[in-house]
């Protein structure tokens, strides 16, 4: 992985398996806030996948767009975009009623201070959304954060595991699903709820943080000792996929890779590879926020790059310091205070 041009080729390849079940969307297909991490190579990815099937379908993105160069990024890459801020009622029902819904809209850093933009983000923004879209299939993005603490040794939380948020980020995730199952309900709308934690690639995430901190001599703490990751183009192709399994009431789906990952484990992995040894504060903690699963492994299969790529590659671009994303994911974190 030696340039951000072959970063974002890879994360948009789609697999046989997508090119497969584009075939059986049908309609266009629209993102809702396009403009984070997951985003332009979400919709680059679904672009591509209809191209590979022959399909016009369109992918249609919309995001505030406050940086203007990915707006035309998007668009030179065949993306109809639609600057739009969702929170606008006069502009949300502005918007076209395609038959597909991707919601990736929410509201996670700087929710302590401003508690109430985050509860109107994440909880009272999908009743509007619900109301506009109640004619279309509805994949919203939500959070593992919506589950207790885990004991490290159990495998993670299922989809049959109760809610258990802590703090005010992860009450309002859960509020997020709540309104939305109420709208499904009311309106019979067809929804997925995409229980994510954590997507990483080598811009962004929990493993080029604990990179980073070996490479540079930074101390990393263990308080939060175990995590999950997926490949955030894996995490992409599941996304568009579960179009395909939206349900009334909503499907609940956990969305990472299969490993529970020791941040120890991972952190002596980058030092073997950077011959620097790392340094640690604090203990692990016998409980961690972790996600099993396992169903969406059945449905979807085992995602395509492995756990020890992502290293491999994430260690390449550290050392060769490449752009990355300042938007750290604070893993470490156990208040539930963001």
């Not at 939380?157 to 997020?176: F, H, I, K, N």
């Not at 395909?244 to 529970?260: A, I, Q, S």
């Amino acid at each position: 992985m030696k340039s951000l041009e072959e970063l974002e080729d890879r994360l948009s390849e789609p697999s046989e398996g997508l090119i497969e079940d584009v075939k059986n969307i049908e309609g266009d297909i629209m993102i809702l806030g396009v403009g984070g991490k997951m985003g332009p190579s979400m919709a680059k990815l679904a672009t591509r996948a209809f191209k590979a099937c022959g399909s016009d379908q369109k992918v249609i993105g919309v995001s505030r767009f406050s940086d203007p160069g990915l707006r035309e990024e998007l668009e030179n890459y065949g993306i109809e975009t639609i600057a739009t801020d969702l929170l606008n009622e006069e502009e949300l029902q502005a918007l076209p009623e395609p038959e597909n819904v991707l919601y990736l809209v929410g509201k996670k850093f700087g929710t302590s201070g401003n508690e109430h933009l985050t509860w109107a983000m994440n909880a009272y923004l999908p009743g509007r959304v619900a109301e506009k879209f109640k004619n279309s299939k509805i994949v919203a993005f939500s959070s593992g954060n919506i589950y207790p603490f885990v004991p490290y040794g159990s495998g993670g939380a299922t989809e049959q595991t109760d809610p258990g948020p802590v703090g005010e980020y992860a009450q309002s995730c859960l509020g997020r699903e709540r309104v939305f199952e109420h709208f499904s309900h009311r309106y019979d709308i067809p929804m997925l709820f995409f229980r994510l934690n954590y997507a990483v690639e080598m811009r962004y995430g929990n493993l080029l943080e604990i990179a980073k901190a070996v490479y540079e001599g930074e101390p990393i703490d263990l308080r939060n000792g175990h995590m999950n990751v997926i490949w955030q183009g894996d995490a992409n192709e599941i996304a568009l996929r579960s179009l395909l399994h939206c349900k009334t009431p909503p499907k609940l789906l956990n969305v990472t890779g299969p490993e529970t990952i020791s941040v120890r484990s991972v952190a002596h992995q980058f030092g073997r590879i950077f011959e620097q040894e790392p340094e640690f504060v604090n203990e692990e903690q016998p409980t961690s926020l972790l996600n099993n699963a396992s169903h969406s492994h059945k449905l979807f299969g085992y995602p395509s790059v492995s756990l020890n790529q992502i290293i491999e590659w994430t260690a390449q671009w550290v050392q060769r310091d490449k752009k990355t994303i300042d938007k750290p994911t604070h893993f470490q974190v156990r208040s539930g205070k963001f």
